[in-house]
């Protein structure tokens, strides 16, 4: 299998550490958003362990995330590198990585058990995805599009001088990546699902099947999946999926539910990186079906504004329907 992450800039393998002073431990969003009643009931004593999540932030603007899903999935080849990102004069980081998965091999599972906002970097630990680890995974999927319907289309490609012969067989694969709160309850996400048809040398034709997801308890506005076409190449089509999210209630929240906590409301907008912008999470995903019957993967995310440094993704790929 060559499945070669291409992150943008150097990858170096890393432990991800341990935070052992001035750590601040934050509360996690979407569980505060599903039991408000119970949470703004409570005072900084009283509130348990299944409102506060394992997210440390630590001086230097480090996040590290102690509970990932990445931890419990059975993924061949399991390593840990960093991940440099794109740093934007407006703040947005960018973190993007890209892999070729052969037919007839494993797909590929990356998350980030740390990341920096101020740096643009992540420590992200990465694997191929066993038979088990995809029962795990699809388990942990979002149950389904809250509101948000998803996209199909198909196409042939374009006849030249040459005529293709009857399709022989036909591929499927998929990708996504998934925006993720402290206690790993998925906020945003976006997946491709792609069908190809391959005869010789030739993909003759193609189907996909886009669906997005935005957490269905609180205010997310979307900018909705433009319809994407498709690319035919010299045996192979791709398809390229965006959709962006954008929530002003992260740090509303947070701010209000903290007002009765001594301290509490100086501490979140710490956590938060003193940045009460709305929160803008962006998907990218790239799926290319080759002619092979392998696959060209590649994602280009962004995060900006109010606690999206709490926020952390993960990405996927693999084949069949997600």
């Known amino acids: 299998m060559n499945n070669l992450r291409k992150p943008y800039g150097l990858v170096s393998h890393l432990s991800s550490g341990a935070c052992t002073r001035s750590c601040v431990t934050v509360m996690s969003v979407a569980l505060l958003m599903s039991h408000p009643a119970r949470v703004m009931a409570q005072t900084a004593g009283q509130l348990d362990s299944t409102v506060l999540a394992a997210t440390t932030v630590q001086p230097d603007g480090w996040v590290h995330y102690s509970k990932t899903l990445v931890d ?4 061949n080849g399991k390593s840990t590198h960093l991940v440099n990102g794109r740093l934007g004069i407006d703040g947005t980081c960018t973190i993007g990585e890209s892999g070729t998965v052969e037919a007839g091999s494993l797909g590929h599972y990356s998350e980030p058990i740390a990341s920096s906002m101020r740096t643009c970097q992540e420590i992200v630990v990465s694997g191929e995805l066993t038979p088990s680890a995809i029962a795990r995974l699809a388990s942990a999927a979002a149950a389904g599009p809250k509101g ?9 490609r374009p006849m030249t001088s040459s005529v293709f012969p009857l399709a022989t067989a036909t591929s499927k694969a998929y990708t996504g990546s998934r925006w993720v709160d402290p206690a790993f309850i998925v906020i945003t996400a976006l997946t491709i ?5 391959r005869s010789g040398s030739s993909v003759p034709s193609a189907g996909y099947t886009i669906k997005p997801y935005e957490f269905a308890w609180d205010g997310w506005g979307n900018s909705g999946t433009p319809h994407p076409p498709f ?5 192979f089509v791709s398809v390229t999926a965006h959709e962006q999210f954008r929530n002003t209630d992260f740090e509303q929240l947070l701010l ?3 007002a009765a906590i001594p301290g509490g409301p100086a501490t979140v907008i710490a956590a938060c990186g003193f940045d009460i912008s709305p929160a803008i999470f962006d998907h990218t995903e790239t799926l290319r079906g080759n002619a092979n019957g392998g696959y060209n993967w590649s994602y280009s995310d962004t995060k900006k504004g109010g606690c999206s440094n709490l926020v952390h993704h993960d990405n996927y790929n693999g084949f069949g329907v997600f």
């Open 193 to 197: 699902d792609l069908s190809w048809q």
């Open 148 to 156: 948000l319907a998803p996209m199909t289309g198909t196409a042939i």
């Open 231 to 235: 690319t035919f190449g010299a045996g």
């Open 72 to 75: 419990e999935l059975d993924l």
């Open 256 to 258: 209000a539910i903290s």
